[in-house]
C-alpha cells in the first residue's frame, strides 16, 4: 500500500444542472465517483471530491420568469434539494459550490484574458435562431429539429444523438422552438468564439498518447473530430441571458458551456482557501519537488467531445493542469427502455429514498458498473434478486447467523484455524484494489461475493448452531467458529465500504469499530467485543417495488397536471437529402403500417441461431465517401471498426446517398462476407440497408447513440 498522501488526487464529476432535480440516472455518476474517491481514501491517499451546482443558462432564466421569481431564489432552492438527494445517498463531497460564485467569476476572467492574449478569441455575426412569442435567443438545448447531417429528426441544436454530428441550431433543417412551439426567426447577432484548430495538434497528440481517455473514446473523437480542421467555438450569448457578463465585450455573456468546468477550478479555489492552501498545488502543473496532483474527470457519455476537446483546450491555452483521466460512463435504462414518466420509471432521488435503501441501490450500480461506457439496466426484478441473494443472503447472514453467540464472550483471544479462509480473503484484496482502481466495481464486487460464498460455506460446515446445543462441553469451538465467521464478515465489510459506507459503519459498530483503512482487510480481529446484534438490512419484497413505482407514476402526473400546455407545431415535412434524392427519415404515420413492402418480399424461410451467429455484424464508422464515376448505383466508402481497422466496402446507393452526407456517419457492415472482386476494385464487406415497396429509396441503418465502431450486433 501506497504511504498515506504519496498520491493527491482531485475527483469531479460533471455539474447537475440546477434546472432540476437529481434522479436516479444521474446517480449512476455521482455514486461511480464517490465510490471511488472512497476507495482512494481507504487506501490513505489524499483524495478530495469536489463538485458544484451548473447555473447559467437559458433554460434557468425562462423557469424562473414562469415561477416569478429570481434566478438566483430558484437556484437557492434547487441547491437545497440537490444536496438532499445527495446525502440521502451517501455521496460525499469534499466541498460544493456553484457556478454563479464569486471565485467562478474571477477564474473565468483569468482564463478568458489568457485565452485573448494566445489570440485565440474572434468575433463575428452569427446567424442566430430567436423565439419570437418567448422574445429569446434559443440556446441549444431550446431548438428540435432534423439533423442537417444524417436527416435524423427530433434532434437538438447541438448535437445529433443518432450519428454523432455536432452543429449549430441554426444548421437544423425545420426548427422548433421547445419554449413555445414556434418556428424560430434567424436573426444577426455578434458572437465571440475560441479558435481551437491552432490547439489541433496539441489534441490529436494528448487524446492519443496522454493516457487520459479510453483508446475507444480517442479512435471516435480521431474519426468525428480531429480528422478535419477544427470549427471555432462559440462561447457567447446575446442578451437576455442568466450568466456572468464578459468583462471586455459588454452585453456579452458566456456560454453556460464556458463557465460550467471552470466551476471545477472554482470549487477548489473555495476548498483551498478553507484549508490555507493554493490552488496552483492542485492546478498547476507542478514544480521540480513536487509531481502535479491527479485529476479525476467523471462524466457520462453525452458530454464526451466538451471534456475532451474543449475542456482540454481551454486548460492548455491557460496554462493549467490537464485530466489525468477523463472517465466515462453510460446511460441509465430502467427495466431494458429509458426512463419515461410516462410508463412510472422515471424515477427521482427523492422518490427512491422514500421507499428503499439507498446502499441496496449503490450496490447494485456497483455491480453492473465495469469502468467503460456501456448503458447501465436497473431491471427492478433483477435488483431484488440480486440485492437479495448478496447483500441480504450472503453478508448480513453471515453475521445474523453467528454475531449472537459472541456478545457475551467477544472474539477468541487467538485467531483460529480457518483453514486459509481469511488469508485467501486477504490475498483477494489486490485484485480487488486493482478493480477499483479501474473503476470496474463490477469485477471488484464479484471478488468480494466469491470470498462471502467461501465464508458461508464454512458457516454451513461447522453448524454452529449444534455446536451451541451441545452445551458447555463445545462452547470453546463454538467461540471458535463464530469469531471466524465474524471475522471474514468484518473483512468483506472493510472491502465494501466504499460501495456501502453506511453498512461498514453498522459493521463497524457490531465488531471491531470504525473502519478506517483497507488494512485492516489484512489482519483478523482477536479478543474484541461484540455487541448486540441489529437488523442490518432488510430484503425487496415486490410490494417495495409496487410503491416506489406507484409513487413514480403519481410524481409524473402531478407534474403534468402542473405544467402549463405546450404549443405544438403542425408536423415538419421531413427534409430534403443533400443529394435530392429521399430522405433517410421518413415522416411518422397516424394509422397502421402499410403492409406492401412485406406482401412485395415475404419474410425468408425460417433460419437458426446458429446460422444467423454465422453473419458477423458490426458497428463501423464511414471515413471516406467517393463517386465511382462509371457505376450507376455504387458510391466507394472507407469504414472504419477503429483503430487501423478499415475495409473497403461498395455500396449500391448512389443517388440516394451524397458522399459528403455520409463521411463520419456510423453504420451497420456485414464484416465476414467473403470479398467481391469487382470491376472497380474488391469490396469486402456489404453494409446494411432498407429498400423495398412503398418507400422508393435505399435507407441506411445507423445504431442507437453510444455505439461505437467495433461493436458487435447481437
Known amino acids: 500500500m501506497a504511504a498515506p498522501h504519496d498520491r493527491r488526487i482531485l475527483v469531479t464529476s460533471a455539474l447537475p444542472y440546477a434546472n432540476g432535480h437529481i434522479h436516479l440516472g444521474h446517480l449512476v455518476e455521482y455514486v461511480q465517483t464517490d465510490v471511488f474517491v472512497r476507495f482512494q481514501k481507504l487506501r490513505g491517499h489524499r483524495a478530495i471530491y469536489l463538485c458544484a451546482d451548473d447555473t447559467h443558462g437559458t433554460a434557468i432564466m425562462i423557469r424562473a420568469r414562469g415561477e416569478g421569481r429570481s434566478e438566483r431564489a430558484l437556484v437557492a432552492a434547487m441547491r437545497e434539494a440537490h444536496l438532499a438527494d445527495f446525502d440521502g445517498f451517501q455521496i460525499a463531497f469534499d466541498h460544493y459550490g456553484s457556478t454563479d460564485s464569486d471565485a467562478n467569476r474571477r477564474l473565468c476572467d483569468m482564463i478568458w484574458s489568457r485565452l485573448r492574449a494566445r489570440g485565440l478569441v474572434v468575433s463575428r455575426d452569427v446567424r442566430q435562431l430567436y423565439d419570437p412569442e418567448a422574445g429569446v435567443f434559443l440556446a441549444d438545448r431550446f431548438v428540435k429539429g432534423c439533423c442537417p447531417k444524417c436527416g435524423a429528426s427530433d434532434q437538438y441544436g447541438d448535437s445529433c444523438e443518432a450519428c454523432g454530428a455536432a452543429y449549430t441550431p441554426a444548421d437544423l433543417v425545420e426548427p422548433r ?125 453525452d458530454i464526451t467531445y466538451f471534456h475532451t476537446l474543449f475542456w482540454p483546450a481551454m486548460l492548455e491555452a491557460a496554462g493549467l493542469a490537464l485530466p489525468t483521466r477523463v472517465r466515462i460512463h453510460g446511460f441509465l435504462t430502467v427495466n431494458g427502455q429509458k426512463m419515461s414518466k410516462s410508463r412510472g420509471t422515471f424515477l427521482l432521488a427523492r422518490t427512491y429514498l422514500e421507499h428503499l435503501d439507498p446502499g441496496m441501490l449503490r450496490y447494485f450500480y456497483a455491480a453492473k458498473l465495469s469502468g467503460g461506457i456501456d448503458d447501465v439496466d436497473l431491471d427492478l426484478d433483477e435488483f431484488a434478486a440480486k440485492v437479495n441473494a448478496d447483500l441480504v443472503g450472503k453478508v448480513v447472514n453471515l453475521a445474523s ?125 482477536t479478543g474484541s467485543p461484540v455487541a448486540p446484534f441489529q437488523p442490518l438490512m432488510k430484503r425487496v419484497e415486490k410490494p417495495h417495488l409496487d410503491a416506489l413505482l406507484a409513487a413514480a407514476r403519481a410524481e409524473a402526473e402531478r407534474e403534468a397536471a402542473a405544467r402549463p400546455p405546450t404549443p405544438v407545431p403542425a408536423p415538419a415535412p421531413p427534409p430534403a437529402s443533400h443529394s435530392g434524392g429521399p430522405t433517410m427519415t421518413t415522416p411518422p404515420t397516424t394509422g397502421p403500417d402499410s403492409a406492401e413492402p412485406l406482401a412485395a418480399e415475404p419474410l425468408a424461410p425460417e433460419c437458426t441461431i446458429d446460422d444467423f451467429t454465422k453473419v458477423d455484424l458490426r458497428v463501423a464508422r464511414i471515413v471516406t465517401a467517393e463517386e465511382v464515376p462509371e457505376a450507376k448505383k455504387l458510391l466507394k466508402l472507407t469504414v472504419s471498426f477503429g483503430g487501423d481497422a478499415t475495409r473497403t466496402v461498395f455500396a449500391g446507393i448512389k443517388g440516394f446517398h451524397a458522399p459528403e452526407s455520409l463521411v463520419g456517419r456510423l453504420v451497420v457492415v456485414v464484416a465476414n462476407l467473403a470479398p467481391r472482386q469487382m470491376k472497380f476494385g474488391t469490396s469486402e464487406g456489404m453494409v446494411v440497408a432498407a429498400s423495398g415497396a412503398g418507400a422508393p429509396g435505399v435507407y441506411l441503418l445507423s445504431p442507437d447513440s453510444g455505439a461505437l465502431p467495433g461493436m458487435r450486433l447481437r
Request: charged share 20%.
Open 401 to 525: 447467523r453467528t454475531a449472537r453467540w459472541l456478545e457475551a464472550t467477544g472474539l477468541s483471544a487467538a485467531y483460529p484455524d480457518d483453514g486459509g479462509l481469511f488469508a485467501r480473503a486477504a490475498a483477494d484484496g489486490a485484485e480487488i484494489a486493482a478493480a477499483y482502481e479501474d473503476c470496474d466495481t463490477a469485477r471488484a464486487m464479484r471478488t468480494i461475493m466469491l470470498a462471502a460464498d467461501r465464508a458461508n460455506a464454512y458457516v454451513d460446515a461447522e453448524q454452529p448452531w449444534k455446536l451451541a446445543k451441545a452445551g458447555p462441553a463445545s462452547a470453546a469451538r463454538l467461540q471458535d467458529v463464530a469469531s471466524v465467521a465474524l471475522n471474514l464478515f468484518r473483512q468483506i465489510a472493510v472491502y465494501l465500504a466504499p460501495v456501502l459506507p453506511a453498512f461498514a459503519a453498522q459493521a463497524g459498530a457490531l465488531v471491531g469499530g470504525p473502519i478506517r483503512s483497507w488494512d485492516e482487510s489484512q489482519r483478523p480481529l
Open 177 to 301: 422552438s421547445t419554449l413555445s412551439g414556434a418556428r424560430p426567426e434567424v436573426r444577426s447577432a455578434e458572437h465571440l468564439f475560441v479558435t481551437l484548430e491552432p490547439l489541433h495538434d496539441f489534441l490529436a497528440t494528448w487524446t492519443r498518447s496522454s493516457g487520459a481517455i479510453d483508446p475507444r473514446i480517442a479512435n471516435y473523437l480521431a474519426g468525428h473530430f480531429l480528422g478535419e480542421p477544427l470549427r471555432d467555438w462559440d462561447v457567447s450569448r446575446p442578451a437576455p441571458y442568466f450568466g456572468f457578463e464578459i468583462p471586455d465585450a459588454p452585453g456579452h455573456f458566456w456560454y453556460v458551456w464556458f463557465d460550467a468546468p471552470v466551476g471545477y477550478i472554482a470549487a477548489t479555489e473555495e476548498w483551498c482557501a478553507a484549508r490555507g492552501e493554493t490552488l496552483a498545488t492542485w492546478w498547476g502543473r507542478g514544480a521540480p519537488n513536487e509531481p502535479p496532483a491527479e485529476i479525476h474527470h467523471f462524466i457520462g457519455k
